[in-house]
C-alpha cells in the first residue's frame, strides 16, 4: 500500500527542550493506528504537526508524498481531518456548529472560502447525522465536550478527508457519549480512511486499529503491529508500573494494575 505519511528523524524543540525527538514514522493508506502515550509525552504535538497545524524544527515530514509549503497548505489538511478539542478549544469561542463544521472546507478556522448551497446542505445533514440536529447556530463555548466532539468530527468530514486525525476523542465524554463516539469511529474504519487516534484510555483501543505506537518524552518507545505493542511487558515498561495488558473476546483491551501498597496507610493517615 501507498505511504501517506513518512517522518524522518522528525523533531520539535520549544527553547532548548524537546517536545519530539527523532521520529521516524511510516503510515500506509488505509492503516488504523492507535497513539498511547501519558500526559504530556508529545502526542498532541505530533499530530497537529502533521495536520499541518504546527511547524517542526528538523528532520523531514511528507504527507501524500509532499513536504507543506504556502502553496500546498490548505489544500493537504483538507485531506487530513483534525479533530482534537486539546487544539480548537483555544481558537473556537462563539462560532456556530454549522460555521465551524464549514470551516473544515476551507482549512482554515475561517470562512474563506467560497460556501455554496450545496455545502451547507452537507453541513446540515453531517450535523444531523451527528446528532446535532436543532443545535446548529449554538455557539461553540456554549456546547458540551460531547457536542464540541461531534462538531469537530463533522468538520473533519466535511472535506472527505483520506486520512482522520482523532486527538483524545473520549476525554471529558460521559458514557454514552463515548460509547457514540466509538461507534462513529468503528463506521468509519468500515470505509477506507486512514485512521491515526491518540488516546491515553486503555478501554477506547477497539480492535480496528491493528498498529499502534508508544510514545514516552517526544520519543516513540515502540510501534508496530498492536499485538506486539500493546503487551503487558512493554506497556509496563512505558509506564513503569506493573501493568497487565487484558483482552477480551471481542478484542476489546483492558489494563490491571496493582494499587500501590502504601495507598490504605496514606488513605487512612498511618504512618507510611
Ligand atoms: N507550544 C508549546 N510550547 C512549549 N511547550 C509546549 C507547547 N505545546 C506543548 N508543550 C509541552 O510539550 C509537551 C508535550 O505536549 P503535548 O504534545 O500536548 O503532549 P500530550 O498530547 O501527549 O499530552 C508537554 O510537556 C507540553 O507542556
Ligand atoms: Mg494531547
Redesign the pocket.
Known sequence: METIIKTVNLSCK?GKRH?LKQINWEVKKGERWVIF?M???????LLSIIAGFKAYTSGDLEVFGQHYSDKNILQLRRKIGWVSS?FFDRYLKEESALHIVLSGLSGTLGLDYNITPADVRRAKALLRELRMDGKMDRPFDTMSKGERQNVLIARALISKPEILVLDEPGTGLDVYAREHMMNTVRELAESDMTILYVTHYPEEIQPLFTKAML?RNGRIYAQGNTVDVLTSEKISALMEEEVEVLRSEDGMLRMKMEAPSNIRKIYFGEEV
Open positions: 520549544s517536545l502515550g500526559n504530556g509525552s508529545g502526542k498532541t504535538t486539546s510514545l
